[in-house]
């Protein structure tokens, strides 16, 4: 056992034991291990399963708080997802071939129900405040990890991904994209000026290790987040100096490799991966068309099975079988319900996270963002998947109910009154800082 490995364990260890009477502590170790993945850094990948015990033990811990598992009913965010589970439960049961869905359902099905205890256990801005910190904290890891080290490096090509959820380099690029607009949030939670420097690093590593993934689909979500932060922030010039130097800086190391990628761009039809898209975005409606009430069977694999039947020649380009859209995945995995439900949650969350941060900008300004950086995460990744077939990643359904739990502080909030918002503000800036 080497020396990482022996603190490593030991940490784990502690979190499960504590989440058995603190929850909230479970449930914040659990989305740390999920995102940042520190058996990876401790060289433990895959000893023990680490994620099924903080799971348990969270799980546990949260059954003497089981009187506010109404929030899941009360609060529109948390039942439909209920109602997308019951849609996708039922296209594993009548997939087209069920064995083929059940190892990625498992681990599905256990992710979601631990990120419904967030709802029911963030019930505190300073809650949702550390839980966001949490979130930011670990995928910034993540940035810094690759993107300092492909700066000191002199350039790489980050082709590899990180973890079971961000597998591939446009996984990374994606959760790469999406802590751009959380971090720059994060920042406003903190008044140390270390503390909003370190988190500029981490907006200028993601920046950086994006561009060094190649990934098409990163890059267009990194902009779009970049373009959410010049919008929103008085100092323009200043950020956007800022990120011309990281952009700028990334670019002319990975220039040729990164530039001959994003040609592709210009004539998708010349490019084999971009062509692809294309050719199973068509496979993926016929198929649909088939199996249009619950689709072929959740997970993607009975669709790959499935594909080559639906080609009108075998093509040796399309070995990676896969719809490329979230979106479209979701049509032929599980059926347009499931389809209707799954966009309905993002947009909505979208749409009612943007209305309430002007409603709290109206008494506390600061609190504000908090429900912009969900906001601004869940945007990143609304353009993002659609390039990707994202429907089993964790990070959307975090961001989910953390805005369902958002939902319920600012219920509160508003039901407390505006006499006691000095308070509910002070209670989230001692917890970023």
């Known amino acids: ?27 914040y170790g659990y989305l740390w291990f999920a995102l940042m993945r520190p058996d990876i850094v401790a060289f433990a990948e895959g000893a023990y399963p680490y994620s099924l015990a903080l799971a348990i033990a969270t799980a546990v811990g949260a059954i003497r ?12 965010m948390c039942a439909l997802l209920i109602v997308l589970q019951v849609l996708i439960g039922l296209s594993v049961l009548l997939a087209v071939r069920p064995d083929l869905s059940a190892e990625r359902y498992t681990i599905y099905i256990r992710m979601i129900l631990v990120l419904l205890l967030i709802p029911m256990l963030i019930t505190e801005a300073a809650d949702c405040a550390r839980l966001l910190l949490v979130a930011a904290f670990s995928l910034g890891f993540v940035a810094l990890k690759f993107g300092v080290y492909g700066l000191v490096k002199g ?5 590899s991904g990180y973890g079971d959820m ?20 994060v920042r406003a939670l903190s008044s140390s000026v270390p503390v909003r420097v370190g988190w500029l690093a981490v907006i200028g590593s993601a920046t950086a290790a994006v561009i060094m993934t190649g990934s098409r689909g990163g890059s267009l979500s990194m902009l779009l987040g970049l373009l959410l932060i010049v919008r929103r922030t008085r100092r323009k010039l200043a950020f956007v100096a800022l990120i011309a130097i990281c952009l700028g800086g990334a670019i002319y190391l990975v220039q040729d490799q990164y530039f001959r990628r994003m040609e592709t761009l210009e004539n998708v039809h010349q490019d084999a991966s971009a062509e692809s ?17 619950l689709g072929v069977g959740f997970g993607g694999l009975n669709y790959s099975a499935l594909a080559p ?14 719809a490329h859209n979230s979106y479209l995945q979701m049509l032929v995995d599980s059926g347009i319900f499931a389809l209707l439900l799954y966009g309905w949650l993002i947009f909505y969350a979208i749409g009612w996270l943007g209305r309430s941060a002007a409603r709290v900008r109206l008494v506390h300004p600061q609190l504000e963002a908090i429900p912009l950086a969900i906001q601004g995460a869940l ?8 390039f990707y077939s994202c429907q089993r990643m964790d990070l959307p359904y975090l961001f989910l109910m953390a805005g369902a739990a958002w939902r319920g502080v600012e219920g509160r909030l508003w039901a407390a009154g505006s006499s006691d918002t000095a308070e509910f503000a002070a209670s989230a800036e001692s917890a970023a800082a």
Not at 155 to 159: F, H, N, T
Request: charged share 15%; hydrophobic share 55%; glycine share 6%.
């Open 1 to 27: 056992m080497g020396i990482r490995e022996a603190i490593f364990l030991p940490v784990i260890g502690a979190i499960c034991a504590i989440a058995l009477f603190r929850p909230r502590i479970g449930l």
């Open 65 to 76: 708080h089981a009187g506010r598992s109404t929030v899941w009913f009360r609060n529109p």
């Open 155 to 159: 350039g790489v090509d980050l082709q």
């Open 166 to 185: 961000l597998a591939d380099n446009n996984f990374l690029a994606l959760a790469l994209a999406m802590v751009i607009p959380l971090a720059w949030h």
């Open 277 to 293: 898209r294309f050719l199973h975005a068509t496979i993926a409606l016929k198929m649909s068309a088939d199996h249009p009430w």
């Open 309 to 322: 039947l639906y080609m009108e020649q075998r093509d040796g380009r399309l070995t990676n079988h896969v």
């Open 379 to 386: 945007i990143v990744f609304a353009l993002g998947s659609t």
